[in-house]
């Protein structure tokens, strides 16, 4: 392989490495401004996305330990959609540009080393935000507390209920 080849290798390899989610794309037929202002609205979130020969982003892949992202046989342009701390927000963006530009196609995804399909990668972007998730998850683990310290409260509470009446019968009777 030529040097030249070599390095982009090693450039997609290290952007696989670096991110938590990556997304690959089809984008024949996309107007360049358009793919300008994906690339712009990519990096508002932290994100980039570049274009990648599918031999050595295969050959990348291979090398990077996901010999089934390596395998895929896949023709015609393709852009691959890295960085972002939030895969899941990423994939909304994905989505949402695809409804206004139907020429960019969602192909596959990797999520933490893993692929997933285009179908996966629409479910993901349907998921509600990350802090959304993360507050459910809190209420889910207080749950158990709250209801415990509401049990025992009742207890302390009948008992002092119980007091407050023997204390009132005990001055009606005086």
């Known amino acids: 392989m030529r040097a030249e080849k070599e390095q982009l290798r090693k450039d997609i390899q290290s952007l696989l490495e670096k991110s938590s989610g990556a997304f690959l794309v089809a984008y024949k037929g996309l107007k ?20 990648v020969p599918n031999r050595i982003f295969r050959r990348a892949a291979t090398d990077f330990g996901m010999a089934d992202l390596g395998s895929l046989k896949f023709t015609g342009e393709t852009a691959l959609i890295t960085g972002g701390s939030d895969p899941v927000r990423v994939a909304k963006l994905v989505k949402d540009f695809t409804k206004d530009n139907a020429a960019l196609v969602t192909r596959y995804g990797v999520l ?15 998921l509600p935000p990350r802090e959304y998730l993360l507050a459910q998850l809190l209420g889910l683990l207080q749950a158990p507390a709250r209801q415990l310290v509401t049990v025992l409260n009742a207890k302390a509470a009948s008992i002092v209920y119980v007091l407050q009446a023997y204390t009132d019968k005990k001055k009606a009777s005086a």
């Open 32 to 51: 360049v401004s358009h793919f300008r202002e994906f690339r712009k609205l990519l990096a508002e979130v932290g994100s980039e996305c570049h274009v």
């Open 112 to 126: 933490n080393k893993k692929l997933i399909s285009a179908t996966e990668v629409k479910a993901l972007a349907e």
